[in-house]
């Protein structure tokens, strides 16, 4: 069977039938133990694959003389590694984050008090502190949050910093570091317009909010300075636009979750505030695709009215609309400590306790995950004074599903700064993707999207940073898929007019599909042995199973075009994908079919 470069299905997994939302907190149980004892604010949650198997990892941050805690994902729980680097600072948000474009998980720990690091990924999770080589700043911050985008669409990822020094606000300005492709980084932040200085900034994000397919970020400020929206007027250039937009209420901002809460195809934002109330930040563009945005807490039953910290946007129940999770800090009689709002459809959000009963204590970041891959995605909360931190396990069931892992070739590997549209039925899903969002926070790169009781998605179009579209049609349900760039498009990626993307330092870093490559693969399905004929000299094979994980790799020392290949393995049923390296890039297969 002929094979050409295209895009990862993956196995079909039954679902069961409906019942309402259902949480139950089982972090001891899974394998979590983890208190943040002392410090302004407790410390940051990743829920990313660190380790490149295909699940959920959870890195949390620890109090000041403690180290992180990583807890690696068995599939059935939890295991937590040997600490994995000896940073015992104070630490705040965490990033796994592909800075360098070479296929794993490099590391970036902001500080309070402290150099914010970061480590580079050698493989196998050998971590190398670069900070000082990567000229990122070495002196002591007092960070709370960043994130990563590619601000400049060049293929790589940048890094933009909130500073807080105490409560001194003359004191506080922001950096951005345009990624030069080589290890190392620029600090544009004078150029660039972004310094913002003379706030208390507690969150920032990157989204579109214009969807012109420039990463903009918005800025949560702490005591009534306001807040900011900065957009990208092009190459990571930014203008302040928040009074324009309607985005600068002088509130107690603490966190940031973006979603797409009606529906309507673009990003809406979601603010933390103190008592007061938070706000819901509908995006009202018009005709002309002018945006203003209007809060609609109130109308939409989700003010809190608590003392409120992290909050994100998550389908739990996978019936095609965003629900809402929010921590807070008040406990006591009367007081609101956290909320989970549930999406009606019809811009209003009810109030769901079942599950949440024992969420009474102190509680700061929040981040969002799937641990299981059920499709259902779960809740890890960090507490804060002694009080344990929760997992809230999702153990609804009832509507279908689809999962998106993104790999980018052109783009930035981690698929950061992606518009995904799903289309099913008479419902139009939005989202995009992001490195860092919420308060502390880092969410999977494994997306969940409900699907209800659609038994096929007519359409998934992904649009990636560099301009190029991806379309996959009449897509079945309950399934993860892999999608790389260019990979429905024979491996051609159209760049848009005026973007130039860097070329990379790293030999590994940016791949490319071949154009007239043509391989032959037999047979299919197949037991333990494979045959391979290309018209391309071959390097290397490397087999992987449904979910991206390596099964087998070969390497040949004289360039060849037939291979045969034993399978080692025992492998179980189901779809599996050979990559082929050679002298003109890259292909990959079309799902390969074990035999029973």
């Not at 600068?248 to 007061?276: E, Q, R």
């Not at 059920?374 to 396990?393: A, H, L, R, T």
Request: charged share 20%; hydrophobic share 35%.
């Amino acid at each position: 069977m002929r094979f050409y470069y295209y895009l990862m299905l993956i196995f079909l997994i039954p679902q069961n039938g409906y019942s309402q939302i259902t949480f139950v907190e089982k972090a001891l149980q899974l394998g979590i133990n983890h208190t943040y004892i002392a410090g302004q604010s407790a410390g940051g949650i990743s829920f990313v694959d660190f380790n490149g198997d295909g699940l959920d990892d959870i890195s949390l941050a620890t109090a000041k003389g403690d180290l992180i805690h990583f807890y690696r994902n068995i599939g059935s729980g939890f295991v937590r590694n040997a600490p994995l680097i000896a940073n015992n600072s104070e630490q705040k948000q965490i990033f796994w984050v592909d800075y360098d474009n070479d296929g794993d998980k490099d590391l970036f720990v902001c500080a309070k008090g402290d150099i914010n690091r970061l480590y580079q990924n050698n493989g196998n999770l050998q971590l190398t502190d670069i900070t000082s080589s990567s000229n990122l700043p070495l002196h002591s911050f007092d960070t709370f949050n960043a994130c990563w985008a590619d601000f400049n669409r060049d293929g790589w990822l940048d890094l933009y910093v909130c500073e807080r020094i105490g409560e001194d606000q003359s004191l506080n300005r922001n950096y951005l570091f345009f990624n030069n492709a080589d290890g190392t980084f620029t600090d544009v932040s004078e150029t660039s317009n972004i310094l913002v200085p003379g706030k208390l900034p507690f969150c920032s994000s990157a989204l579109d909010f214009n969807k012109d397919k420039w990463p903009d970020i918005y800025i949560a400020n702490d005591r009534g300075w306001g807040n900011i929206m900065l957009q990208n007027i092009g190459h990571g250039i930014f203008e302040d636009v928040s009074e324009k937009t309607n985005t600068d209420f002088f509130i107690d901002g603490m966190s940031i979750a973006l979603g797409d809460y009606n529906n309507d195809a673009y990003t809406d934002i979601y603010v933390t505030n103190i008592p007061n109330g938070n706000l819901l930040l509908r995006n009202n563009r018009d005709t002309l695709n002018n945006i203003v945005y209007s809060d609609e807490a109130a109308t939409t039953g989700t003010g809190f009215y608590g003392t409120a910290w992290g909050a994100n946007f998550l389908d739990a129940d996978n019936d095609m609309h965003a629900d809402l999770y929010v921590s807070g800090s008040d406990i006591g009689e009367g007081e609101i400590s956290s909320a989970f709002y549930k999406n009606e459809a019809n811009d209003s959000f009810s109030l769901i306790t079942k599950g949440f009963e024992g969420d009474t204590v102190i509680s700061y970041a929040n981040a969002i995950g799937d641990y299981n891959n059920d499709g259902y995605p779960e809740i890890m909360v960090m507490n804060f004074n002694g009080s344990k931190s929760f997992f809230y396990k999702n153990e609804t069931v009832g509507n279908n599903y689809i999962k998106l892992k993104l790999q980018g070739i052109k783009s930035n590997r981690d698929g950061v700064g992606c518009s995904i549209d799903i289309f099913t039925d008479s419902i139009h899903q939005y989202y995009y993707t992001h490195s860092g969002v919420g308060f502390l926070a880092q969410n999977s790169e494994n997306y969940c999207f409900g699907i209800g009781k659609n038994e096929i998605i007519d359409s998934i179009i992904v649009s990636w940073p560099t301009g190029h579209i991806d379309i996959l049609r009449d897509i079945s349900i309950n399934q993860q898929i892999l999608i790389i760039e260019g990979s429905t498009n024979n491996g051609i990626i159209n760049i848009d007019e005026g973007i130039e993307i860097r070329e990379s330092d790293f030999p590994s870093a940016i791949i490319e599909f071949p154009l007239e490559v043509e391989v032959n693969v037999s047979p299919n399905p197949f037991t333990n042995t494979l045959n391979i004929n290309s018209t391309s000299l071959i390097k290397t094979i490397t087999l992987l199973d449904s979910r991206g994980r390596k099964i087998n790799s070969w390497t040949y020392n004289r360039n060849i075009n037939h291979a045969n290949l034993k399978i080692a393995e025992p492998l179980t049923d189901g779809h599996y994908i050979l990559v082929i390296s050679h002298n003109d890039g890259l292909i990959v297969t079309k799902p390969l079919i074990k035999a029973n």
